[in-house]
């Protein structure tokens, strides 16, 4: 017999049929055979164009560039910090972060001059060694992600990070961290500028550097990598995750072989009481943002009214430094980086009168020195405001209602993440880096929900953060989305086409005379030219001599080359 497959069966004498033959079987196992090498060969092909994928995208070097710019950056921070304590010895008589002990045993004209001092010494490396007269930051590092190709020049990279150790060794009142970053980023754009990488590239070991200098500074990896995605490539890049994950492990292993695995402050014991807290949480929101906003303007209208006075550059800091003297005479807590007088905040060591006096304090000294021009970044004086908000908020609470109230190093964590988020518009990584540096994971609901109302309230009433400030003063906007960034990054040089020598030129460009280009013109100069003048083709001359035509930029072309960075931006986002 044989069935409707086509198998033959065999019947006993009994008349039931027999179990298939040894050849339907064998062919059962041949389709099977069959099944298997094709499954493998798809398999092997699917691998094979990943893993060439991989290889010519060059991943493997951008993972071990990765990680040599994490050990290295770990170091830079390391050294960052000898140096900056040496100087600081030089007056306190100790290179520790806490300066509080050593200034209560300092005369009062040592505190009073030391800041001066050090304003001339940053002044003459602003005279003669810094081409834009002024320490580097975090905002310049967001700049050369989008607009400079990541190109950060070592030179003065190095002669800002040495500013800033000056600074903030002889008493600025300022933080550490943002020049770390900077410092980070520099010594990875010196290795990119090794190799021939790619601009998603570049960008991505540029956030190595920042995500190591992050983890290296504050001991906290985790939020190292949501840094440097969250303010640096303003995106969360899949390819970019991997390598920026192993530079900010490998600077945390750095940092941890030499200082060992503690959290930066000393938290308390704490504990919600409440939920019904929760309204005195996001009122403590709200306040946080109030000092958030205060603290901006004060820096703002500080640098405005500093520079309406004609001043030698190299002598503004030491006038900046001799006020912040002044200040420090009566409130050490505020000289350097403050990491002690927040420890003392969070442990409920300062009474509620100076805690209102420090905000002050810390605040104006701050906006001092950075008008002035000393180096030093913003991220410190946040976490200390914040640390100060919420220690005398919570007093306040616990006043009002003392059998709800929470201890008030709470109310001092969840301040410092506050400040600091709305300061930098980094509500994300903020978050993390309060974890990281207090080892406080159990007030996580209720630190999400300050820190968003405090950053929500700060953007709605400034519209931007500390960093875009700074570039907005340059012109810059870079809130607007890829699409501007694309614009003012692309020049006329990378998609114009060269006259050769003796070519004649095009017929529709000899009787052009009020439209022209030269090879710097950005995209968006070049688009409204067209607009402009009407016309499908424009002549490119030469800076140094209009008269002499070099080239020439059609439209389609110039909106083709924005279309293909505006795909490729999308790529790199979503790979």
Known sequence: MTDKAGHSNETADDGHERPPSASGALSLIGRL?????????????????????????????????????????????????????????????????????????????????????????????????????????????????????????????????????????????????????HLGATLASWLEDRFSLSSPMRRTLLACGVAAAVSASFNAPIAGVLFAHEVILAHYALRAFVPIVMASVAGAIISRLHYGNFAAFVVPEYQISSYLEFPAFALLGVTCALVAVLFELAIITTERVAWRFTVPLWLRPAIGGLAVGIIAVFFPQVIGVGYDATDMALNNQWPLGILLLLIVAKAAATAITLASRFAGGVFSPALYLGAMTGSAFGLMASSVFPEMASSNGLYALLGMGAVAAAVLGAPISTTLIVFELTGGYEMTIALLLTVSLAHGLSQAALGHSYFHWQLSKRGLSLQEGPHKEIMRRLMVTNFMTMREAGQALPVDLCDIETAWLVPNDTLERALRAFDNAGVARIPVVSPSDQGNIIGWVDRMTALSAYNRALVESHEEEHR
């Open 33 to 181: 055979r069959a099944w298997l090498a094709e499954t493998a060969h798809l398999i092997q092909d699917r691998l094979q164009s990943n893993l060439a994928e991989f290889f010519g995208d060059r991943q493997l070097l951008v993972w071990a560039l990765a990680i040599t710019i994490g050990v290295g950056v770990a170091y830079a921070a390391i050294a960052f910090r000898y140096l900056l304590g040496a100087f600081q010895w030089l007056w306190l008589g100790t290179g520790s972060e806490k300066v509080l002990a050593a200034a209560s045993n300092t005369p009062w004209p040592v505190i009073l001059l030391a800041p001066v001092v050090g304003g001339l010494i940053v002044g003459f490396i602003l005279q003669r060694f810094i081409p834009g007269r002024r320490a580097l930051g975090v905002s310049d590092v967001i700049e050369a992600r989008a607009l400079g190709d990541c190109k950060i020049p070592t030179r003065d990279g190095l002669w800002s990070a040495l500013a800033a150790t000056v600074s903030l060794g002889f008493g600025a009142s300022a933080g550490r961290e943002g020049p770390v970053v």
